[in-house]
């Protein structure tokens, strides 16, 4: 079965301008979670979405905001970009059973110039 | 707060020798999943490995085993028999709460091993 898609995999853009990332999960997930990945910070919990409500929520400012459809393919938004939003971007899918893990995507790789 | 530990930056173990990497964590759950992450330099995070709070065995897969010692709160991945391919960076995960609850993790720092020939 397919597994997590993200798209785009790589993406520059430029301080100020917004940007949207698309992530779908294995088919029959409906819960999806994103992570972005810093030298610096490491590993940061953005949010979870489950059946179309957002059902956790990290430490992030409000410039980041995400959404998910019905079909559970999720996406998430930045608006303002700053230089510090460059990032690796993971999106996963939540197991339905126990012992199996998280299955995450390939990413999104967005860099602000 | 839950908190995950990984207190090794960088490890370097030969080809085919075992090798262990550290994970302690906190929680005041007591419902809980540990993981382990594999994240080569393209990015990708390769799920290796799982142990549940009520597991009473230690969690197994191929030439990976957690040694899970829930008092000392430490869910320490082995690599036995060490390949080339194992180089790349490795992360500790916690979920709190019961599956299909709010359900995300929470990262180490992770550790870079290399595997030398």
């Known amino acids: 079965k397919a597994g997590v898609t993200q798209t785009p995999r790589y993406l520059i853009k430029t301080r100020g301008q917004q940007v949207t990332l698309s992530c779908s999960p294995i088919s029959g997930h409906r819960s999806v979670s994103w992570y972005q990945q810093t030298p610096g910070q490491g590993l940061q919990f953005l949010f979870e979405?489950?059946?179309?409500?957002?059902?956790n929520k990290g430490n992030f400012p409000g410039r980041f905001s995400g959404r998910q459809f019905s079909n559970s393919r999720s996406e998430m938004n930045v608006s303002t970009l700053e230089l510090g939003d460059s990032a690796l971007y993971l999106c996963a899918s939540t197991p339905l059973n126990r012992g199996h893990g998280y299955t995450f995507g390939s990413g999104t790789r967005l860099t602000v110039v | 707060a839950q908190k995950i530990t990984q207190t090794q930056p960088g490890m370097f173990v030969q080809e085919k020798e075992a090798v262990t990497l550290d994970c302690t964590y906190d929680?005041?759950?007591?419902?809980?999943?540990l993981f382990w992450y594999k994240q080569p330099s393209s990015g990708e995070m390769i799920f290796l490995i799982y142990q549940g709070s009520y597991d009473e065995q230690n969690a197994t897969e191929g030439r990976y085993s957690l040694n899970f010692q829930k008092a000392r709160k430490s869910a320490n991945l082995v690599i036995s028999a060490s390949q080339l391919g194992d180089s790349a960076m490795y992360f500790c995960a916690m979920r709190e709460g019961r599956l299909g609850s709010q359900g995300n993790l929470i990262f180490g720092k992770g550790t870079k091993l290399s595997v030398k020939p």
């Open positions: 979405y489950f059946s179309e409500t957002q059902r």
């Open positions: 929680t005041s759950d007591q419902s809980y999943g």
